[in-house]
């Protein structure tokens, strides 16, 4: 199937997969050849293409995935490859956090931001 990764910087992929996993606002999504239709809100998280030269593994920040006709498009507010994550800059992100959480645990935006760094910080190791 064709996989079209794109964030407001970039093409970040363009190419076949066998196989690509997302994670949603609903959880885990694996799409395969010819999956049915399908549109969804994405969730801070990885993103695992499985393409001829190897697994890309990404860190996605939200957006949009949609499956039509044999492709999937992944529109993502931010998302970054393996090799594009900058590790200090994700960990003192991920301190800062968690400092805000711990001064305010209804602090959405907070438990956003934790959720960003630790997903970098994963997506990062994975490599």
């Given at each position: 199937?064709?996989?079209?990764?794109?964030?407001?910087?970039?093409?970040?992929?363009?190419?076949?997969?066998?196989?690509?996993?997302?994670?949603?606002?609903?959880?885990?999504?694996?799409f395969l050849d010819h999956h049915?239709?399908?549109?969804?809100?994405?969730?801070?998280?990885?993103?695992?293409?499985?393409?001829?030269?190897?697994?890309?593994?990404?860190?996605?920040?939200?957006?949009?995935?949609?499956?039509?006709?044999?492709?999937?498009?992944?529109?993502?507010?931010?998302?970054?490859?393996?090799?594009?994550?900058?590790?200090?800059?994700?960990?003192?992100?991920?301190?800062?956090?968690?400092?805000?959480?711990?001064?305010?645990?209804?602090?959405?935006?907070?438990?956003?931001?934790?959720?960003?760094?630790?997903?970098?910080?994963?997506?990062?190791?994975?490599a």
């Amino acid at each position: 199937m064709q996989v079209e990764l794109v964030s407001p910087e970039a093409v970040l992929f363009s190419g076949e997969c066998s196989q690509v996993v997302t994670r949603t606002v609903d959880g885990d999504i694996a799409f395969l050849d010819h999956h049915a239709a399908f549109i969804g809100a994405l969730d801070i998280g990885q993103t695992q293409l499985w393409a001829s030269d190897g697994i890309v593994t990404l860190a996605i920040n939200r957006g949009f995935v949609e499956v039509s006709h044999n492709v999937v498009t992944i529109l993502s507010d931010a998302a970054l490859a393996a090799d594009e994550i900058d590790v200090a800059e994700a960990e003192a992100d991920l301190e800062a956090a968690r400092a805000a959480v711990a001064a305010d645990a209804g602090d959405d935006d907070a438990k956003a931001a934790l959720a960003w760094a630790e997903t970098r910080i994963a997506v990062a190791g994975a490599a």
